[in-house]
């Protein structure tokens, strides 16, 4: 069973850049998407985009286009979310989950166990 | 605000059945499937229904979920104090090009 295993918290500075990876365990991911969901303190589940391994090109929400930088090392089955341009706002809890390879339209079936960045000067 | 409308909270008391709804438009529900998530306090959000109304492997029967035109409710039958929880909508928006949800409904069991 695949799981996936993100690291850990992060404290950063307005203006800076995070790093969130996300690896699968007991698995590859050669042939589905990850995705990158945000959560700030209080709030909803905000899409930030997804990238399938095997295609290699990421496709990004809107609101994070520019600031964002997904990628996939296949090689060690672990995926990257990048945020550049940090404020304050971005504060929150981004989980990476798998795009099920077995439901034709698409539904997050595994996720990471979240990872808390907090941005503060 | 979210793509997606569902109402903020929504209560019941044991062994009652509600209804959760959410509400979109052509571009997302009125076009695309809607998946179903279950968030506990400080856990990573569930999958508890995809495609409409079909249930992954260990979802209990007494969540069903539902479609017609752009709305999408998810029920929740015998409720248990368990079923306490952030429940959120989401689908596939081809104006957008990518996934949304809505803003969340916070059940209470009473």
């Known amino acids: 069973q695949v799981q996936l295993v993100q690291s850990g918290a992060e404290v950063k500075k307005p203006g800076s850049s995070v790093k969130v990876s996300c690896k699968a365990s007991g698995g590859t991911f050669n042939n589905y998407a990850i995705n990158w969901v945000r959560q700030a303190p209080g709030q909803g589940l905000e899409w930030m985009g997804r990238i399938t391994p095997i295609f290699g090109t990421p496709n990004y929400a809107r609101k994070f286009q520019g600031r964002v930088t997904i990628i996939a090392d296949e090689s060690t089955n672990t995926a990257y979310m990048e945020l550049s341009s940090l404020r304050s706002e971005d504060t929150a809890v981004f989980f990476c989950?798998?795009?099920?390879?077995?439901?034709?339209?698409?539904?997050?079936?595994?996720w990471g166990q979240g990872t808390m960045v907090t941005v503060s000067s | 605000q979210s793509v997606l409308t569902q109402p903020p909270s929504a209560s019941g008391t044991p062994g009652q059945r509600v209804t959760l709804s959410c509400s979109g438009s052509?571009?997302?529900?009125?076009?695309?499937?809607v998946n179903w998530y279950q968030q506990l306090p400080g856990t990573a959000p569930k999958l508890l229904v995809y495609s409409n109304n079909l249930r992954p492997s260990g979802v209990p029967d007494r969540f069903s979920g539902s479609k017609s035109g752009t709305s999408a409710s998810l029920a929740i039958s015998g409720l248990q104090s368990e079923d306490e929880a952030d429940y959120y909508c989401a689908t596939w928006d081809d104006s957008l090009n990518g996934w949304v949800f809505g803003g969340g409904t916070k059940l209470t069991v009473l």
């Open positions: 052509s571009p997302n529900i009125g076009s695309n499937t």
């Open positions: 989950a798998r795009d099920s390879p077995t439901v034709v339209d698409g539904a997050f079936d595994i």
